[in-house]
């Protein structure tokens, strides 16, 4: 008789035979990868203004520039290197995209959680704001929250926070409530055992599959919510472009047929957007019971 | 499945087709209605609500000013025929005859007497005050003549006049507060003008529609309707043009007019502009957005310096600016004013780019390693305003002045200069009346509310010379002498670096090949009146 | 049953409370509102002048309750950049905004619906594949990059539709409405298609996961098992078994879908609420952005309590509870 299988081993064979999700699995992992060692994979640090040179400026790709090296993805108007450009900017959008849904899931699981174990008014109070928030449009928040605070990624990681913690809120509450009803968790109740060690211990591992699934669409939601607010002026400063602000100085060159600028930038959002979006309805797929037939 | 099929499918279909078939043919200058495509439009439709060009561009439309500007600036007669000096502190204009309102009414000294007195009354956050600062008292002496008593001598009085804006006493009089301003004249009964089109409908933001006035002063214009657009986008706008949707737009963008030199079907009109940038350093001992290399505070305000200050005016490269910022579209300045006006200096030498000795400058000065400085300018007023601000914080970073530049919307920027919260900052300015006292006296004079002087100095720059020479041009009333002082005042004021002057820019227009003919104006203003078709 | 639909509106009622207060608050505490309006160069007495005829220098909670007592006379305050009343900018620019945002929500919804039922029923077929691939760009590429594109090709470069502003329109009932004339149609399409992507991706998803999980489920096998035929199955089962959930997504989504005009209301210059705010948001226009976010949050309260209470109706389960 063979050893058991972990779920671990279990969920990743069955991931395995999707070829698309295993794709878009690797390109994440290799964005993230490039995002991370960008500062030693690029050949230009385009937010140090002393390396720049005007002299570059909207070069096709291909052209060799005053470094010496041939720009493969072309220059910007300010004579940053494009391949650099997006690398920085992937790790700008993947830096806030994470630091976003990860302060986001503690938070709305932490809500969550709590209204599903204390009930009665807190419950209602919470889970009424955590509604209200739903059904708010993340944009508009967003929107609001980036123009009040002003600009920078610590107000911009706030704003997304603030626009994505209700999804998980919302997914926790549920879970834990389908839970909290179970008869082992009575039963785990009754005993002298606090109660925070049973909401820890048993309810939130029971959570975990589907906010994992929602992790990873707010993660993807989060870059595509940047990235908007970036393209309308909202975002990071002007020196520290990230895809969304790359796109959009980018765009009025399409016109007069200098579209790397604005193109490749974009091809590298939706490819990382599109896979980490595989990658999750895929997770979401597996996990889903009623599937399993 | 038959979902394909339903009516909802098939009457998209046919309204793609009948979209096709539509966009083929869409002429609009033939039959008498010119659409014109603006970058900016008006806030109100109150002429006295903001000194913006785009809000006076379209207040020209409806109502005229006082004294006229030509293409190049120089004044000539509008609402105003002649105008003398009576005395000292009085100057005497003579007024058009026969000149009638939209509703019929009759143009008298007594508009112009309610007009400047309703401006400081409504004016907004851009103020037209400036317009009408040196003005004490208005005497009608009869309904063609008004004497205009100054605060001192007024030698530019007249020049001042060319945004002065003449509403109808009578329509106008129920809406002369902040808070029935806009109401009387964005809603319709007050935004009668004597100008060459009558109002017809505006949406904020959106469409003026304008209909021809038959019986102005001027003759009948061109065109029997008049659309003015305003769509900021300078893609969509340029894309707009090229559609047929718009016979004439504004600010074509230095990108798209390289592509625009390769289509036939569509021809650019390129005109020098009046506006030029400059860089502005602040002279207080505390500056706020200067500081240590490595984000410590200073001991002293290196840009108090000017050997700083050269070295700042060595780092830029105005040549580079013009040719790959502006993509051509501009002409490097040596100081505020564009060359030929009225107290410009044609002996002020071009600036040398010379890297190498500004480092040098700033070691000597007792900074080696250089300094950071914020940098602020606006991103969406003129031309390339956010690409100068950014070229420029690359050519100081490389002499070793670390710039964190911030390119920020119009509306915000100019309140928080005007709070005096930026230390070193870029913007455009126009000498929209032609002549130096307008721009030196509001920028190089120091800043004394009593004088009413030095009101856009927002570096708390001094010079105790271009002080004197300034307030005695002010008073000089020999238009040879008074030329003369400014002329000296300039080279004075650009020898100190305060402002170093950047670039003059140059403005684009665009419209359809063969359909109309006009000629660009200084003050960028695109007026329907002077836009002739071509058949 | 009224029970719980007075509960409801308490609750409503709260909410509005609340976020008046929030929002109020939130806007005008922030750095000092004055100065959008006054000239830089006005003399201390201008400025005390405006700060008084605004109310400024009360305390917040008092400006808090001028604001509510205000709200009541349905006056929601000045543009301080246009001047003009912020409810009349705002109703002056909604017929905009609502006829994109209906024609984008139905057009999504009934394609949406079609397409991921389909591929639901057929999930393994050549055809939901390329479904399930379309829904996926269209609900991960941004809105504004598609915005971009459908004008670079439909209006840059094939030159068959407008690349932004609204068409001629036409007065009903007062209003003026854009889409009964073919101009209008023109300028509306590749507006519509851009807010519609989203929402029709999201809708495919939707029906085809509920699609799924239904026909996999007893009811359609016991259904399948009693010999009925395929087509009534498909109009008498599932269609009632999914459409609780996609009712749920779609009062939802429409209020969701008019946050989202924004953008593309930004990038097709429609002059609708959405660019209004925008607009507002660059240039700090308080009245605007306050009363804006007020509306927006009274269409949502409204919408989440005709969906609660549609559910009463529905649900026997909730009629039972509240009654009880």
Redesign the interface.
Known sequence: MSAPVSPLARFWAEFRRSPVAVAALLVVVVTSLLAIFAPWVAPQDPYD??T????D?RREPGFVGSGGYAHLLGTD???RDLLSAILYGMRISLQIGLAAGTVALFLGTTIGILAAYARGWVETVLMRIVDLQLSFPAILLALVLVALLGQGKAQLITALVAAQYAYFARTAYGAATAERRKDYVEAALATPLSGRRVAFFHLLPNCLPPLIVVATVQIANSISLEATLSFL?LGL???EPSLGMLISNG????????YWISVYPGIALIVLIVAINLVGDRVRDQFNPRLRR | ?T??R?P?ARR?LA??L???A??AGSAHAQDGTLVMGVRGGP??LDPH?SALGSHAEAAKHIYDTLVWSGDDLQIEPGLATSWEVVDDTTWEFKLREGVKFHDGSDFDAEDVKFSIERIPLV?????TTIYVRRVADVEVIDPLTVRIKTDGPAATLPYDFVRLFIVSSEAAADYST?ET???GF?GGPAAVGTGPYKLVSW????DLVLERYDEYWRGKGPWAEVIR?E??????R???L??G?VDVINYV?S??Y??LQRDASVEAVVGDSVYVMNLQLDQRDEPPGVRAIDGGALESNPLQDPSVREAIDLAI?RE??VQ??LEGLGKPANQMMPPGFFGSNASIAMPEHDPAKARELLAEAGYPDGFEIDLYCT?DRLPGD??IC??L???L??VGI??????I?K??Y??????LEYSVFMNGWGTLTGEASYTLGSLAHSND?ELKLG??NRVDYANDDVDRLLQEGATELDDDKRRALYEEAMAKTMADKVYISLVQLQTVWAAKANTVTFAPRFDEDTLAFFIQPKN | MSGYVLQRLLQAALVMVAMSAIVFVGVYAIGNPV?????????QEIRAATIA?LGLDLPLWQQYLIFVRNLFDGDLGRSF????PVLS?IA?RLPATLELVLLSVL?AT??GI??GV?AGYRPDSVLAKAIMAVSVLGFSVPTFWIGLIL?LTF??NL???????RGQTVDLLGVAWSFPT??G??HL?LPAVNLALFKFAMMIRLARAGTREVMLGDTIKFARAAGIRESTILRRHLLKLISIPIITVFGLELGSTLAFAVVTET???W?GVG??II?SI???DRPVMVAYLLLTTLLFVVINLTVDLLFALIDPRIRARGAA
């Open positions: 203004l002393t720049l040179s005007l002299l400026a108007p300010q004579g002026g400063p002007v020196t765009f009025p060159y399409m016109m007069s047929g200098r | 499945m979902t394909f339903t909802r998209a309204l793609i009948a979209g096709l539509s966009a806030e109100s609500y004016s907004g956050p851009t103020t902040p301003a806009n109401e964005n949406e904020p933001k959106g657009k769509m900021p986008n300078d893609s969509s340029l894309a707009a090229k559609a949707q963008s990108i798209d390289l592509a490269d580079t600016m790959v910022v991103s956010g690409a950014q070229g914080g690359q050519m970073s490389q670390r710039t964190n530049v911030n390119a919307s509306t915000v100019f309140p928080a200069q005007g709070r509310p009101a856009y | 100065d959008i309006v006054i000239p830089p160069e006005a003399t005829r950049i246009y001047n003009e900018l002056g057009s009934v394609f079609a397409l389909y004008i209006a840059v030159g068959w539709l407008p690349a932004g502003g073919l101009d149609l023109r399409v990038i097709f210059s002059p660019k209004l607009d660059a240039v700090l």
